[in-house]
């Protein structure tokens, strides 16, 4: 069975700096996606960034980018520039490619509480 | 299109009443997913619809009864809950595809508050 660990409970940042969480997995599988999705006040869980096992180069959208170490199964969320409407809860989560069962659950870590001050 | 919709936003509920929580989309989505959420916790997952047919059920108590009508929309039907159901219960949705990963797309949620 696949794990997840984020052991940054919370985390706070002034705005415009660069915040790094963290992000472990365990696995047997060798293809996968890795995803950050962030869930501010207002609950809506919002998909940040993916990023696929099989490929090397990190995923970055805009200010959002990842470290992805395949060998270290880690996966840690930089965010640069950081601003006040980032602050909400960051999950990391994994999936299995493909269809069936398995492809379908999505395993989340326990969630980092990211605070963004003025 | 891009968003999953879930009605209501709130809810509160005594432990004898029906009710039931309604997720609409139309991306042409064909998984439909139920997760329920605690404060300051992550989605656990309950169920899965693929093609309208339920996929997982992970071991949820009867009180819950999903139903898929059709592909864009999903139910959670609610009876006889305790108060520890409390809780936000996401509707999230994902194309089925054969390779590649299947992207959930989460709506707001319906807060749920059982008296």
């Known amino acids: 069975a696949q794990t997840v660990t984020q052991s940054q409970p919370e985390m706070s940042v002034q705005e415009a700096e660069t915040v790094t969480l963290s992000c472990t997995y365990d696995?047997?599988?060798?293809?996968?996606?890795l995803f950050w999705y962030k869930q501010p006040p207002s609950r809506q869980m919002i998909l940040v960034i993916r990023?696929?096992?099989?490929?090397?180069q990190n995923a970055t959208e805009n200010r959002f980018s990842v470290n992805f170490q395949k060998a270290a199964k880690s996966f840690s969320l930089k965010i640069s520039d950081s601003q006040l409407g980032d602050t909400a809860m960051y999950f990391c989560?994994?999936?299995?490619?493909?269809?069936?069962?398995?492809?379908?659950?999505?395993?989340f870590g326990q969630g980092t509480r990211l605070t963004i001050n003025p | 299109d891009t968003e999953v919709t879930q009605t209501p936003k709130h809810l509160v509920m005594g432990m004898t009443n029906k009710k039931s929580l309604k997720c609409e989309q139309h991306?042409?989505?064909?998984?439909m997913y139920w997760y329920k959420q605690k404060a300051k916790k992550p989605p656990e997952l309950m169920f899965v619809y693929s093609y309208e047919k339920l996929s997982i059920n992970e071991s949820v108590p009867s009180r819950f009864s999903p139903e898929c009508p059709n592909s864009s929309l999903l139910n959670l039907h609610l009876h006889a809950l305790q108060p520890e159901d409390s809780a936000l219960y996401l509707c999230?949705?994902?194309?089925?595809?054969?390779?590649?990963?299947?992207?959930?797309?989460f709506g707001a949620g319906s807060r749920l508050t059982v008296l």
């Open positions: 990023q696929e096992a099989y490929k090397q």
């Open positions: 989560a994994f999936m299995k490619p493909g269809k069936g069962k398995g492809a379908q659950k999505l395993v």
């Open positions: 999230a949705s994902s194309q089925e595809r054969i390779s590649g990963a299947n992207v959930l797309t």
């Open positions: 696995t047997s599988e060798n293809n996968y996606y």
């Open positions: 991306m042409g989505h064909r998984a």
